[in-house]
Antibody, heavy 115, light 109 residues
């Protein structure tokens, strides 16, 4: 069974930092491109960041560029999102997700509250 | 960046009826790289359709996707009470960036 489990969320003051993790199991993590998507309370879905299977290609939404860093450890089957200079508008549930053509798996999300 | 506009904002239908949800893109979607998700309150989005018309694993055939270019449709036949949810379309082009529509809320009377 495919599982993605996010962790690391919490309450943080503006300007602070957090690192989110996403642990994967049930599929060959090292061959999958991965993404972070967020959803502010009561709002829609917003793509945040992408990383290729090997980690060499990375992309970010303009709203987080220069503040967030995506990375992965294929040996540990874990995806990361380092979030710096956090703002109130970064408050959201953060999901890790695979590409729709390759299963479209999503984790249960971790809540980040910047206040 | 491709902008996706979904309509209607909310649709209210009775069980057994058909729902037709629209997703219009601001420019042509590469290779019909468009997906549909269902999200119920407090739950994670669930993939229904990928590549415009392919049902994801375990999705009932009451759900179908169609369209190409800039106009895409999700059709839900024989609505059931558990279909009450918000439905999002998503495009995933070759640049690896994703965008989502603003969502359509389906209410079952």
């Amino acid at each position: 069974e495919v599982q993605l489990v996010e962790s690391g969320g919490g309450l943080i003051q503006p300007g602070g930092s957090l690192r989110l993790s996403c642990g994967a199991s049930g599929f060959t993590f090292s061959t999958y491109e991965m993404n972070w998507v967020r959803q502010a309370p009561g709002k829609g879905l917003e793509w945040v960041s992408y990383i290729s299977s090997g980690g060499s290609n990375i992309d970010y939404a303009d709203s987080v560029k220069g503040r967030f860093t995506i990375s992965r450890d294929n040996a540990q089957k874990t995806l990361y999102l380092q979030m710096n200079s956090l703002r109130a508008e970064d408050t959201a549930v953060y999901y890790c997700a695979t590409h729709p053509t390759w299963g479209g798996y999503w984790g249960q999300g971790t809540l980040v509250t910047v206040s | 960046e491709i902008v996706l506009t979904q309509s209607p904002g909310t649709v209210s239908l009775s069980p057994g009826e058909r729902a037709t949800l629209s997703c219009r893109a601001s420019q042509s979607v590469t290779s019909n790289y468009l997906a549909w998700f269902q999200q119920k309150p407090g739950q994670t989005p669930r993939l229904l359709i990928y590549d415009a018309s392919n049902r994801a694993t375990g999705i009932p055939d009451r759900f179908s996707g169609s369209g190409s270019g800039t106009d895409f449709t999700l059709t839900i036949r024989r609505l059931e009470p558990e279909d009450s949810a918000v439905y999002y379309c998503q495009q995933y082009d070759r640049s690896h960036t994703w965008t989502f529509g603003q969502g359509t809320k389906v209410e079952i009377k």
